[in-house]
């Protein structure tokens, strides 16, 4: 479903992505581990149209190429992105939050059931959707920043460390989340710092080092993985 080929990006002299291949498969979650600074949020940033990178890049989803879309156009083909940081809207409510969300063509016709499967996800955002967001701690806010990107209709939701900041119960309450999201049937891209979490609720992951993918396996098989227990899981293996 979604398929990317010779991903290269550089800024400037500095090439931060490196012939970067990766697939994510109709409903499927995978997940992007990697130490800071190998390339995992730009990445994702590339993906989402947000940043351009080097030609000869082949991004493709349901079977449109969507290298040079602009954000808003990549948005209405399915695939949101939460950015690291969240960027929700502090000084408006949970639902005007929400609301926002629903711009995209593709969502317009669909405020109400999508706000409603966003509520059924998040049990907890039904019960404040007039607080105001900067009232709200840091896990109901990055519940408020995935209900908005799913409020778009997406087929891929791509998030950049959920967890980043967050107490490890909002860490524990937050992946449960994602996996009833997952249960929905969209399809997940997820870099993360919380290994041992994502790779729960994965299918696969890919491990990426200085811009390049360097190691490709099930989730299950890379929890068991010596290397990635030395680097990410804290193992002395
Ligand atoms: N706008 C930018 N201009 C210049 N260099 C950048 C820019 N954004 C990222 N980089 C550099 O590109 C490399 C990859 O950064 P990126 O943020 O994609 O890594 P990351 O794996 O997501 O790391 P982190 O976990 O720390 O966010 C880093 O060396 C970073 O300093």
Redesign the pocket.
């Given at each position: 479903m979604f398929e990317i080929r010779d991903l290269s990006l550089h800024?400037?002299q500095?090439l931060?992505l490196d012939h970067v291949a990766a697939t994510v498969g109709k409903g499927e979650t995978v997940v992007i581990l990697?130490a800071?600074?190998?390339?995992?949020?730009?990445l994702l940033k590339a993906a989402a149209g947000l940043v351009k990178p080097d030609p000869g890049a082949s991004i493709r989803f349901a079977g449109a190429d969507i290298v040079s879309r602009p954000a808003h156009l990549v948005l209405e083909a399915g695939i949101a992105l939460v950015p690291?940081g969240r960027g929700v809207f502090g000084d408006l409510t949970v639902e005007e939050n929400l609301a926002l969300g629903a711009y995209a063509k593709r969502a317009r016709a669909h405020g109400k059931t999508s706000r409603d499967l966003v509520y059924s996800l998040f049990p907890k955002l039904a019960d404040r959707r007039k607080q105001f967001v900067n009232t709200m701690s840091g896990g109901e806010q990055q519940m408020v920043a995935i209900g908005r990107a799913l409020m778009s209709k997406p087929d891929l939701l791509m998030l950049d460390e959920p967890s980043l900041g967050l107490a490890p119960v909002v860490v524990g309450e937050l992946f449960a989340a994602l996996g009833r999201v997952r249960e929905s049937g969209l399809a997940l891209l997820i870099?993360e710092q919380n290994v041992r979490m994502s790779l729960s609720i994965a299918d696969r992951g890919y491990l990426m080092e200085a811009g390049r993918i360097v190691g490709e396996n099930t989730a299950t098989a890379l929890m068991n993985d010596d290397a990635v227990k030395r680097a990410f899981l804290g193992a002395t293996v």
């Open positions: 800024y400037g500095h931060a990697g800071n600074g190998a390339g995992k949020s730009s690291e870099v």
